[in-house]
């Protein structure tokens, strides 16, 4: 079987742990480069992540998002890799919560006024908040509760 034909087996590891787990048909990340896709087949990769929203397609067409804050991704041999300080699935995040908490910090880190743990925090919001307008766009409905 070509590398071309064989599913993109795909981890998500955050600091806390497995985040999701899979074959996949395709993977899109936003690096601090732009945005990739990876497919099966591609070329081995590597390269830091920004705060977003990375979206998997399984093979039956499914679409998940999942909020990734800074890290790596790395492509070898079919086999892709994630690992970040935060993740989380789109579908468990309170979009509205995210907004709300990221409005309120905005200034503050933006001004240079925050610490490295409200930085933190920030750059973690901002991620659920993009996975979660993400997932809005997807299903036409709004994230968590």
């Not at 899109?28 to 990876?38: A, H, K, M, N, S």
């Amino acid at each position: 079987m070509a590398a071309r034909d064989k599913p993109l087996s795909v981890k998500f590891v955050a600091t806390e742990g497995l985040v999701w787990q899979g074959e996949v048909v395709s993977v899109l990340v936003r690096t601090t480069e732009g945005d990739i896709g990876i497919w099966s087949g591609h070329e081995p990769f590597m390269a830091a992540l920004v705060p977003h929203g990375a979206e998997i397609v399984t093979d039956d067409g499914a679409r998940h998002i999942i909020a990734v804050d800074s890290g790596f991704i790395s492509v070898f041999d079919n086999h892709v890799s994630v690992l970040s300080a935060f993740g989380e699935l789109a579908e468990e995040i309170s979009l509205d919560d995210a907004r709300i908490q990221l409005a309120a910090m905005h200034d503050r880190v933006q001004l240079a006024k925050a610490d490295d743990s409200e930085v933190r925090t920030y750059r973690r919001l901002l991620a659920q908040v993009r996975a979660g307008e993400k997932q809005t766009q997807l299903s036409g409905r709004p994230t968590g509760s």
